[in-house]
């Protein structure tokens, strides 16, 4: 009843620069949060909340990416709509399929079905992950995981359309249907049944 969403992004997403995640990472694993680390990159690289970062059964999703050339999300989505429907995310780069690589061998040693630690419950995982990411980046512009959530959709438009993101260069330069077909896309891949809820990732489409 609160109506549609209306927050359209105006400034560039901090990581789709991807150089500006590498020291975060690199402190995260020399401090011993490797599981950290990697769900911040799996939000990046796949547009994963960091629920479904975390929930994510790696050796399954590399199996998909391997097989079929897509990974599909269905746990952590949010108000479950991953169960018993498909929201497939495409593998178009090799980093992401050496990231789930990654992600499977520490899910190995865990032997877990995710990467939450055995010894945390959801919440108590989210909260010490939530404080890692905070204390790392405190002297960076990175946030939070929401912003490489955006990077992620950033470069899926270019990808889909040959243009930037209209939050990249201010307004929108793919033709109106061009444009309307990638936010169809990245509603799909990010979860999303509202191409509206783009223009918090994206901008604006006017």
């Keep these: 009843w609160v109506g549609n969403r209306s927050n359209v992004r105006t400034t560039v997403p901090n990581s789709l620069e991807r150089t500006a995640l ?56 949010k108000g479950g709509r991953g169960k018993g429907s498909e929201r497939w995310v495409p593998i178009t780069r090799s980093a992401q399929t050496n990231l789930l690589t990654q992600a499977a061998e520490l899910q190995d040693q865990e032997k877990a079905k995710n990467l939450i630690p055995a010894n945390k419950s959801y919440i108590q995982w989210r909260d010490h992950a939530y404080y890692q990411w905070r204390i790392i980046n405190k002297e960076t512009a990175i946030n939070g995981f929401h912003d490489m959530r955006a990077a992620y959709a950033c470069e899926r438009y270019q990808a889909i359309t040959g243009f930037p993101a209209p939050v990249i260069t201010g307004a929108r330069q793919a033709d109106k249907t061009l444009d309307t077909q990638a936010r169809v896309i990245l509603s799909q891949e990010l979860g999303h049944n509202r191409i509206d809820v783009l223009a918090a990732y994206i901008g604006s489409s006017q």
């Design 22 to 77: 590498k020291q975060p990472i690199e402190l995260l694993m020399q401090g011993g949060h490797r599981a950290v680390a990697l769900i911040a990159q799996l939000t990046c690289a796949f547009g994963l909340r960091f629920k479904e970062a975390s929930l994510i059964n790696a050796k399954q999703a590399l199996n998909q990416a391997n097989r079929l050339g897509r990974i599909n999300i269905t746990q952590g989505t």
